[in-house]
């Protein structure tokens, strides 16, 4: 009968560990560090987030299962690189905090703390706080695990126009791409949270290499990597030259008077699936007086004196 260990657990009631036997488990439920070093020392499973002397004592752990979504705290070496199945409880908070995150969107963007300031104070202002309205903004998010996915949700639903990261998915494809796969494992740089710490110091180890090659070498390296994500910081001239962003329609050619086109920027918004190009190029300082003039009843003399008096261009 396999033996599992409990540690630090209080949402485990007696009742559960009835439950968890009665699948032919053996529940051991120590009170004390001593108590648990002597019981890790038997045990196969292990529920709870174990301390480096804890896993240092188990002869036979073969899973440990989180008691929480995160690995903060216990993510040690020694574990990570052992054979041990590790797994947490990822999702299970995904919707309550993605309402919490949410009720502090919702107070911000409608200037609720700024109310419940004044209201607590007892000051009475006239003036209304600064508010917002919700879609066609956007929200950035770090980290698309459970959370980060449900809070998208509610993004999208309230209209906003979402742009997530998830830091530890393009970390281990940009080592490998930079020349240090050890990297992906080195405790500095492992996590988002060790490379933030770390940030300065990472920064400048990659643009050490970075210099190393021109861009041209990178492109054709970082296209050659599984799973590699990037794209170059164009000057406003490659914007412009850059067949995706002709190909996305990005740009149009507008008929020139004196001849031939002038490349613009198209308009971001199509009616009807029809995108709207100009038909010509916006008027020069007074190329239309005379027509608005005469629309309006003046006859070509009386124009003329205008033009001579200076009174229109």
């Known amino acids: 009968m396999p033996t599992m260990m409990i540690w630090d657990a209080n949402e485990f009631t007696p009742s559960w560990n009835s439950d968890v036997e009665a699948l032919g488990v053996a529940v051991r439920v120590p009170q004390s560090e001593a ?31 989180s008691k929480t979504a ?11 690189s052992s054979s041990v199945t590790v797994t947490n409880l990822r999702g299970i908070y995904s919707d309550i905090i993605a309402e919490h995150v949410f ?16 209201q607590r104070s007892g000051a009475w202002q006239e003036d209304l706080a600064p508010v917002m309205t919700l879609p066609g903004k956007t929200m950035g998010i770090v980290g698309l695990g459970g959370i980060g996915l449900a809070v998208a949700e509610r993004a999208h639903a309230f209209g906003l126009r979402v742009v997530g990261l998830d830091p530890d998915r393009h970390w281990p494809p940009m080592a490998r791409a930079v020349g240090h796969p050890e990297w992906i494992d080195d405790p500095r740089y492992a996590t988002f949270a060790a490379r ?10 990659l643009d050490g290499i970075f210099a190393g090659k021109p861009l041209a070498e990178w492109a ?86 205008l033009r001579e008096a200076g009174v229109v261009a």
């Open 196 to 205: 933030r710490e770390r940030s300065v110091e990472l920064i400048e180890e």
């Open 35 to 65: 108590e648990a070093l002597e019981a890790v020392a038997e045990a196969e499973i292990f529920y709870g987030n174990p301390t480096p002397q804890q896993f240092a004592a188990a002869r036979k752990l073969k899973w440990v299962q």
């Open 220 to 305: 054709e390296i970082f296209d050659s990597v599984p799973d590699m994500w990037w794209a170059p910081v164009q000057t406003l001239d490659e914007v412009i030259a850059d067949p995706q962003a002709r190909a996305a329609g990005s740009f149009c050619e507008v008929p020139d008077p004196a001849g031939g086109t002038l490349t613009f920027p198209a308009t971001p918004v199509d009616f009807d699936g029809q995108g709207a190009r100009p038909a010509c190029m916006a008027p020069v300082l007074g190329e239309h007086s005379d027509d608005l003039l005469a629309e309006l009843g003046r006859d070509g003399d009386e124009i003329k004196r």
């Open 103 to 118: 009720g502090y969107v919702l107070s911000f963007a409608r200037g609720l703390h700024i109310y419940r300031d004044r």
């Open 70 to 80: 995160g690995l903060d705290g216990f993510w040690f070496p020694a574990l990570r």
